[in-house]
């Protein structure tokens, strides 16, 4: 039995499907996916094949693309409106039930379809909390979702009775439990009532914004402007600066920093106080946050970084220390006009200070001879404040009569004329007429200017590639 049912449409995203399934693979074991392409034998009946596999899957994944919701039939109907099409039944299969983990994979960028865009079938679909597969971030996000099917599908409970075979002790328990917490509810009151009735002394509730020390600084804190390249990598981790804000407090202010800790490694990591400090006018000073803590692997979390400061400093330096050295963020300390929003934690995705660029958007052949061949896939640039991370997605095809060994010697990055090693890589044995893609990953100075991927084989290829443009 497969762990994990595929569901996508081979015009709108096979390649994509291949991708994931061997990634899945690779992760969860062989013949934990079913993909039709490689899991039916030869003259077995697909529909039989499909029902089967998706009566014991125990995930069915809903890989989406950028024709999957539009594509047409030869008369001129949309697919995923007709009764017999095989992705609607197969969706609404899996959504019919409960013991299936159903998940919306979005490839390609594009949104989750709205309700009113699905039949009525398989609207359900439009609840279910999707996950994004990005080229630039492959392997954490196939990451995430592997640890999503396995707490879910590994500790599912059972399903739910009918109600008119509930227990009724269930029942019973249930409301012991209600009338306690209503008694809580009630005698809570009647205290907070008597206290104040005696004059107690009830402290106020400290407002969003307000400052530890003392005074009233929640009205009058403002908000400052973060530049659009805000970001800091360390391999897996990587830093982000999300908003900022300023409180005045007489002759100090409070500089408060909204920051963005991706874990995107394996193991957890510390994040705090630790990484941050604040230069101006030859000043070094510590924050005074005691932000301490530990992030799991495949995590973010965020935290307020703050500073107190001279009030009349305009201008400073946050400096952020990494293992590969300290970089600095020139922050301007003024007013941009709008209240501080430091507060409020920041509700989107890991990639939304991301300064991204696709360098290849089409799979291209570079080496190829008797032995197999190299694709690439996709390459992406990634700029952060200290360094151009270049992330070259990479299919090796092993046409030989043995195994072959996919790792990181296969590429590497020429950086203004220096040979880079990548610093993630895979290490696979790919077998005889076998295909595996993976994600090279390299990081070079931010100052580089010119890059291209040296492709090595039993021949070399060279493919340059065209950065954009540095953004400030």
Request: proline fraction near 5%; include cysteine.
């Amino acid at each position: 039995m497969s762990l994990v049912f595929i569901s996508y449409r081979r015009e709108d995203s096979a390649g994509f499907a291949g991708r994931l399934c061997e990634s899945l693979e690779r992760r969860l074991g062989d013949g934990e996916v079913f993909r039709d392409a490689d899991a039916l034998e030869p003259g077995q009946d697909f529909v039989d094949a499909i029902t089967a596999r998706l009566s014991r899957c125990k995930a069915c994944l809903v890989l989406i693309g950028r024709e999957w919701l539009d594509v047409m039939d030869g008369s001129g109907r949309r697919r995923l409106e007709q009764d017999n099409d095989y992705v609607r039944l197969e969706i609404a299969g899996a959504l019919a039930r409960s013991d299936v983990l159903v998940v919306p994979v979005l490839v390609e960028g594009v949104r989750m379809p709205g309700s009113e865009e699905l039949p009525e079938s398989i609207r359900a679909l439009s609840r279910r909390q999707a996950v994004s597969l990005r080229d630039e971030t492959w392997d954490a996000d196939v990451d995430r979702l592997v640890a999503a099917v396995r707490s879910s599908t590994w500790q599912r409970p059972l399903q739910h009775p009918p109600r008119d075979r509930v227990d009724r002790r269930t029942v019973g328990w249930v409301a012991i439990v209600i009338a306690v917490m209503l008694i809580a509810i009630l005698a809570a009151r009647f205290f907070q009532q008597s206290g104040n009735r005696l004059g107690a002394s009830v402290e106020p509730p400290v407002s969003a914004g307000a400052d530890p020390r003392g005074g009233s600084v929640a009205a009058s804190a403002y908000a400052i402007a973060i530049p659009r390249l805000s970001e800091f990598a360390s391999g897996d981790q990587i830093l982000s600066i999300l908003t900022g804000g300023v409180a005045p407090h007489g002759a100090t202010k409070a500089l408060r920093l909204r920051v963005r800790f991706s874990n995107e490694g394996r193991y957890p990591a510390n994040f705090g106080d630790s990484f941050f400090r604040l230069a101006f006018a030859g000043q070094v000073l510590s924050p005074d946050s005691g932000v301490n803590d530990v992030v799991n692997g495949h995590s973010l979390q965020q935290g307020i970084i703050s500073f107190e400061l001279p009030a009349d400093v305009r201008t400073a330096d946050l400096r952020v220390l990494l293992p590969e050295g300290a970089s600095d963020l020139r922050l301007d300390l003024k007013s941009i006009g709008t209240t501080s929003q430091v507060e409020k934690p920041d509700t989107s995705d890991a990639l939304s200070r991301a300064v991204l660029a696709r360098l290849v958007r089409d799979a291209t052949v570079v080496l190829s001879d008797a032995q197999g061949s190299y694709t690439l896939v996709s390459a992406t640039a990634r700029r952060f404040v200290n360094s151009l991370r270049v992330i070259a997605s990479v299919r090796m095809l092993n046409k030989g009569r043995y195994p072959a060994l996919f790792g990181s010697g296969a590429v590497r990055l020429i950086a203004d004329g220096q040979p880079t090693a990548p610093w993630k890589a895979p290490s696979d044995a790919v077998n005889f007429d076998t295909t595996s893609t993976s994600d090279f990953v390299f990081d070079v100075a931010p100052s580089v200017q010119k890059v291209s991927l040296l492709f090595k084989g039993n021949t070399t290829a060279e493919i340059p590639l065209q950065l954009p443009a540095v953004v400030r």
